[in-house]
């Protein structure tokens, strides 16, 4: 087949479409579905598809894992060449009714490995209750996940309403009187509309646990724990989270019946696809440093991780006051504020964005070419969420960290997480705020010996 150069190079990643540009029009992001969506009521038969379509659909590996042809013909449509590893084994069991444990996070298409067969099982038959829950910590991941429930469920009928707190509850109000299928929701909102009785949780069949961890993190354990109290005990669930702590396991445990376990390492995650090195510069050139990498004119947009909401909002202003446009985005931030960021950043009317890491959480932008660790994160796992901002499904990024001398046992944490060392690299830096901190490894030392050698 002859298949553009693009096309050519994702087929070899395995994945597809990184580039909304190369997408067809319908794929493109609903910002309705942040309040409420029904699926238009396209049937998906054969019948109504052009040839090329239908012979698409009946040979793509989607197709093969067991979906029905409406969802595979919206992957299809979407570009997606075949399903990324968290999908192919992800799917078969959700299908089958089988509770799942997915280790995996976001950037490896685990939204969809969950989301299509909630929508199989949801299409197949008719109710006005509400059947589906997806809990997930984040208003960005709630919006980003509905969206995606928009694009895939696009030519079956199943109605979905999106519930997340900062924003007034009366859209949300109305969407839940559309009797929808399936919600997604952050667990307080959530819990506010259940004790309002506008929710009811009771007639619930597919329960999805988004990003356990950061639940646990950002201390809703108590709200999750509510939630599952409400549901019926007979129900599938489907379980994710980046990583699996004991606090994790315990959480699981409690709400699984017999699962299936999926788990997709970081290091395959991460390595793969972006390019990936550490900076070592004392902490008051980072400044220097930073405006040098983003005066790159390769650099198309660039997402930079501060600790804190404070560095974050003074990074910004530094960064403007220095002439590079940039916007800050933190949970201080209203959440109008929050998205209009987003959203300048998404149209590309601003090419930098500073975050921290709770609210960079689950930002799915396309095309973010370079990931800055302008502060080495204390929390290893939080590295791999941060680079899986860029090189998303198969796309190449670039990651680079700053790490100063109180920073090196982060660095050293990282390695370990993710097999493997990082490369060390005064470039592209110019100017003279490279100069190491006294004590960095020059660039030929070895490196600090890891527990296991990489995994190439
Ligand atoms: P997620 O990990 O669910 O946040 O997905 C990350 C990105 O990968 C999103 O932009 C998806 O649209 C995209 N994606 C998910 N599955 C696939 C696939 N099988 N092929 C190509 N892109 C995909």
Same mark, same amino acid.
């Given at each position: ?25 319908l ?9 409420a969506?029904? +699926?238009? !009521? ?11 379509? #239908? ?42 009714g ?22 199989q ?8 209750r509400?059947r ?52 997604? #929701? ?31 993190? =950002? ?26 702590a ?8 409690? =709400? ?37 990498v ?17 560095? +974050? ?8 006051? +220095? !002439? ?6 933190? !949970? ?18 601003t ?10 959480? !689950? ?60 490369r060390?690299?005064?470039a592209?830096?110019?100017?003279? +705020? ?23």
């Amino acid at each position: 087949m002859n298949l553009p150069r693009s096309r050519r190079r994702r087929r070899k990643h395995g994945l597809a479409a990184p580039h909304s540009s190369d997408r067809p029009s319908l794929s493109s992001s609903s910002s309705s579905s942040r309040v409420a969506s029904h +699926a238009t !009521g396209d049937s998906g038969n054969a019948a109504s598809l052009s040839p090329e379509l #239908a012979e698409a659909v009946a040979i793509s590996p989607f197709t093969r894992l067991g979906l029905s042809q409406p969802l595979v013909r919206a992957v299809v449509e979407e570009r997606y060449a075949r399903p990324s590893p968290i999908q192919a084994e992800v799917i078969p069991h959700a299908l089958g009714g089988r509770d799942v444990i997915g280790c995996a996070q976001t950037g490896t298409g685990k939204t969809a490995a969950f989301v299509l067969p909630l929508l199989q099982h949801l299409a197949a038959t008719t109710s006005p209750r509400i059947r589906a829950l997806v809990l997930t910590p984040t208003r960005e991941l709630a919006a980003q996940i509905a969206d995606r429930v928009a694009v895939y469920g696009r030519h079956v009928h199943v109605r979905h309403a999106v519930l997340y707190g900062g924003v007034s509850q009366r859209s949300q109000e109305s969407a839940l009187r559309a009797a929808p299928d399936l919600v997604v #929701a952050t667990p307080g909102r959530l819990l506010d509309l259940v004790q309002q009785k506008l929710v009811d949780l009771a007639g619930i069949t597919h329960f999805v646990l988004d990003e356990a961890d950061r639940m646990l993190d =950002m201390g809703f354990v108590h709200d999750v724990r509510r939630v599952v109290a409400m549901i019926p005990h007979k129900r599938q669930t489907l379980f994710f989270s980046a990583t699996m702590a004991p606090s994790v396991e315990t959480l699981a445990r409690s =709400m699984l019946i017999d699962p299936a376990r999926v788990s997709i390492s970081p290091a395959e995650t991460t390595a793969r696809t972006v390019d990936q090195s550490v900076v070592f510069v004392a902490r008051a050139h980072k400044r220097a440093l930073l405006q040098d990498v983003l005066r790159d004119e390769t650099v198309q947009r660039a997402l930079v991780f501060t600790r804190t909401k404070h560095g +974050a909002n003074r990074l910004s202003d530094q960064l403007d006051r +220095a !002439g590079i446009d940039s916007a800050a985005i933190h !949970g201080n931030k209203t959440q109008g504020a929050r998205e209009r960021a987003l959203d300048a950043f998404r149209r590309g009317a601003t090419r930098v964005l500073v975050a921290t890491d709770v609210a960079a959480r !689950g930002i799915d932008v396309e095309g973010v070419s370079l990931v800055v660790n302008f502060d080495i994160p204390n929390v290893a796992e939080s590295y791999v969420h941060r680079i899986g901002r860029t090189g998303r499904a198969g796309a190449s990024g670039r990651a680079i960290s700053f790490c100063d001398e109180s920073e090196r046992p982060f660095l050293v944490d990282i390695e370990r997480l993710i097999r493997h060392p990082l490369r060390v690299t005064t470039a592209p830096i110019r100017s003279a +705020a490279a100069t190491p901190w006294s004590g960095a490894p020059p660039r030929e030392q070895p490196r600090p010996r890891l527990t296991r050698p990489p995994s190439g």
